[in-house]
């Protein structure tokens, strides 16, 4: 290991064999620049796969999938207030009659029991009711309602699930750095251990490198935590990423794969599902204030009374009848109950009015603030790269002034720890830049498996299965 120029000489030896570490370690710099500005060969499909896992085992998405089966339900349950209603009762009966009459008796006096067989049947056909329409938008207003809620659920969904892959891959790529800079460092500690008992290498280069070395460690440590977090959080479709060393293309061009229109109420699905509450709630106020409105049917009853006697006898006879009309029921005094559901009702639909209001401000604000974020995510990676470039200048000067013993050790490896380091952010800020794109995009064509199909095709895998 060559020693500080402050304090050592330096053998032609020494000279050549740093020489070819340095060679190797600047080859090495060119291949991680190769993987991190460069095109991969593609290879898409790790979060299509994923995606289609995760929702094939969400029971949550199943949950809302039958939600909506049974808003469509009460749709045809409101609807069937208009047919005809028919009862049928039927009574198998033992009757006992004690008649006791003054005068000219008319019917059978004395006791008599006598067995009965009745059924009635009995027709109504709605003509006019009021609150059968309301209470059929109402459901279709439901219906609307979970057709939100579902879209808004697999939305959710996929959000997170590319979200957390991203994320996944980001601290992936990031765990591989720091595991080479490590592996790097033991080689170096390992080096300069023996320069340093050689009587080569100063005490000052071995802490130093014991430091950097301890340092990554801890970084190392920290960025495994958190992949695992993430990890777990993709569940088993996660488990496929392990074995996938993934990165990122990053010479796409993402205002173009992902254009933004900004925000458009149309497409959030939050708005959507306080509307169809509004209307809902509108719905259920108008079927209630008209509950007491005469309602009008058209009414039959047919008779049938078979017994073994009666009251004008105990010889069998049959009694049979029907009868065909018009019914009226006209709640005049409800007690004020029907109409003040309906205030609370229209109260509970203004305070949704509010809401919706609430939100749309709020989304006009979070658009702002990610056009904002955007701007400043693209800049960022800007400054990065050129952060990046100048500091693989300053690699190679360092490099050139270290083979001519004008450098000492340790600075040499600082400049070298600083442009991993700088390497390791343009990682994280590019992952970040993609984030900020596909989020705004989002917000105005919203979670869908197309922008899945977008991001997947984003990522390269060095280790391609087949």
């Known amino acids: 290991m060559k020693h500080s120029p402050e304090t050592h000489t330096t053998s032609p030896t020494q000279a050549i064999r740093k020489h070819e570490v340095v060679r190797r370690y600047r080859n090495a710099l060119g291949m991680l620049a190769g993987l991190l500005l460069l095109e991969s060969p593609v290879y898409a499909g790790a979060l299509q796969d994923l995606y289609s896992t995760t929702l094939e085992h969400e029971p949550l998405s199943a949950a809302a999938e039958l ?6 339900q009460n749709v045809i349950t409101q609807q069937r207030r208009y047919l005809p209603r028919i009862s049928v009762i039927a009574r198998e009966a033992s009757i006992y009659q004690d008649i006791s009459e003054s005068g000219s008796a008319v019917l059978l006096q004395g006791s008599n029991t006598y067995e009965a067989t009745r059924v009635n049947v009995e027709i109504e056909q709605p003509l006019y009711d009021p609150t059968i329409k309301p209470r059929i938008e109402a459901a279709r207003a439901r219906l609307e309602k979970q057709r939100f809620n579902t879209s808004n659920r697999i939305e959710w969904q996929t959000r997170l699930i590319i979200e957390r892959f991203v994320n996944t891959v980001r601290l992936q790529t990031l765990l591989r750095s720091s595991e080479r800079v490590i592996t790097r460092l033991e080689k170096e500690l390992e080096d300069v251990t023996k320069s340093h008992e050689a009587k080569i ?6 802490q130093n490198i ?4 301890s340092g ?12 695992n977090h993430e990890l777990a959080g993709l569940g088993d479709g996660g488990k496929a990423l392990l074995s996938n060393n993934l990165e990122l293309a990053i010479d796409a061009n993402l205002a173009q794969l992902f254009p933004s229109s900004g925000y458009t109420s149309t497409h959030r699905t939050e708005a959507g599902i306080v509307k169809t509450e509004i209307n809902e709630l509108h719905q259920y106020s108008v079927a209630s204030s008209k509950r007491s409105w005469p309602m009008v049917s058209l009414y039959g009853q047919y008779l049938l009374d078979n017994a073994t006697g009666s009251v004008f006898g105990s010889g069998a006879r049959d009694l049979s009848g029907y009868e065909v009309g018009v019914s009226v029921r006209w709640d005049i005094f409800d007690r004020g109950m029907n109409r003040s559901e309906a205030r609370e009702l229209n109260y509970r639909k203004r305070a949704k009015e509010q809401e919706l209001q609430a939100l749309l401000e709020e989304q006009r604000r979070i658009d702002s603030y990610s056009q904002s974020n955007l701007s400043q995510a693209d800049n960022g990676v800007a400054e990065l790269v050129d952060l990046v470039q100048q500091h693989e200048i300053l690699q190679k000067a360092s490099d050139r002034a270290f083979d001519a013993g004008k450098e000492t050790y340790r600075n040499s490896i600082a400049v070298y720890l ?3 380091a700088a390497l390791r952010e343009l990682v994280a800020a590019r992952y970040d830049q993609l984030l900020s794109h596909v989020e705004l995009h989002a917000e105005s064509a919203g979670w869908t498996s197309e922008l899945v199909a977008k991001v997947d095709g984003l990522f390269a895998s060095s280790t391609p299965t087949h």
């Open 67 to 72: 939600q909506l089966s049974a808003a469509q």
């Open 201 to 206: 290498a100063t005490i000052t280069d071995l």
């Open 210 to 213: 014991k430091l950097a070395l």
């Open 216 to 227: 990554m460690k801890r970084e190392r440590n920290s960025l495994t935590q958190q992949f």
């Open 418 to 420: 600083a442009y991993e």
